[in-house]
């Protein structure tokens, strides 16, 4: 096995062991699965069904169910596709559409080509050790016109800036608490569950190792394997979650500041995407 095949395999191996500790508390720690991401999330996907005629959809690093749950109640058919079984027992397969999971690496799994109207990868992209095997396979799945939608990749216009900070200095607490997350998120995972640093790392190589999502290396990625168009999404910015914790506003009205600026910012771009913490696109086949 020469060196990229070993550190391709051993990010797979760290996933499996992180992940199926992690599974029984992953829906209630993972942000994404608070009711605003979950409302931004299938705002998207309503959009993308209204304007495009999407009935077979394949989820990409499917965990627990995020997409699928989302999914379900607005497409007939779903395959599902993880390397970790204990996180594919959670999957909730209830509903009409019809749900098919697969235990599997996205990189080389065998799927029926250009079948798919839609694909998905949600909070997935930074777990593999190389993102191009699973392009390849996203492209090859999908029908011409077909969609790609993958979104909260850690964004790494983002990571830089947080990483060029001195760390003498004593910034705000927004800034404090990206700090932690940036440079303390292992040590915190080992105290939390007992999992190694190093093997956290390894599972999320493209965030803690590459340093995030590049857009100019994933769109350079995506249009080499052939897609014909790529929008970027970015999401979160720095203090939001400060904003819409804030108790000494009114709860909607939190969320309403937020929102506006939000939309701000994204005018701004690209001069402002540093600001973002994740980014995701749609890509078009």
């Known amino acids: 096995m020469d060196t990229q095949n070993k550190f391709y395999q051993e990010a797979i191996e760290a996933n499996v062991a992180v992940h199926s500790v992690m599974v029984n508390d992953y829906n209630t ?3 994404h699965y608070r009711p605003e991401s979950i409302a931004r999330v299938e705002k998207i996907i309503q959009s993308l069904i209204t304007k495009h005629q999407i009935k077979r959809v394949i989820d990409f690093g499917c965990g627990t169910g995020f997409m699928i749950d989302i999914l ?9 596709i993880d390397i970790t ?3 594919l027992d959670k999957v909730d397969k209830t509903g009409e559409a019809k749900i098919s999971l697969i235990n599997a690496d996205t990189g080389d799994v065998k799927l029926q080509q250009g079948y798919y109207n839609l694909a998905t990868a949600y909070s997935f992209l930074d777990h593999l050790y190389t993102i191009k095997p699973t392009l390849i396979n996203v492209y090859n799945s999908l029908e011409n016109g077909g969609l790609f939608y993958a979104d909260l990749s850690p964004n790494a ?3 830089d800036g947080i990483k060029q900070l001195d760390l003498s200095k004593n910034y705000d607490q927004i800034i404090q608490r990206e700090i932690k997350a940036v440079n303390q998120k292992g040590e915190e995972i080992e105290k939390q569950f007992g999992i190694s640093k190093e093997l956290f790392i390894k599972a999320e190589h493209q965030k803690h190792v590459q340093g995030g999502i590049r857009e100019e290396d994933i769109q350079e990625q995506l249009f080499d394997v052939g897609f014909k168009q790529v929008d970027f999404i970015y999401h979160w910015f720095l203090g939001q979650a400060q904003l819409i914790n804030d108790t000494s506003m009114d709860y909607h009205l939190r969320f309403q500041h937020a929102s506006v600026m939000h939309d701000y910012l994204i005018k701004a771009l690209p ?4 600001i973002f913490k994740y980014v ?3 890509a078009v086949k």
């Open 29 to 31: 720690i993972e942000p």
């Open 72 to 80: 379900k109640k607005y497409v007939e058919e779903i395959i599902g």
């Open 85 to 87: 079984q204990a996180m």
């Open 157 to 159: 216009y983002f990571w």
């Open 271 to 274: 001069i402002t995407r540093n």
């Open 280 to 282: 995701g696109f749609i």
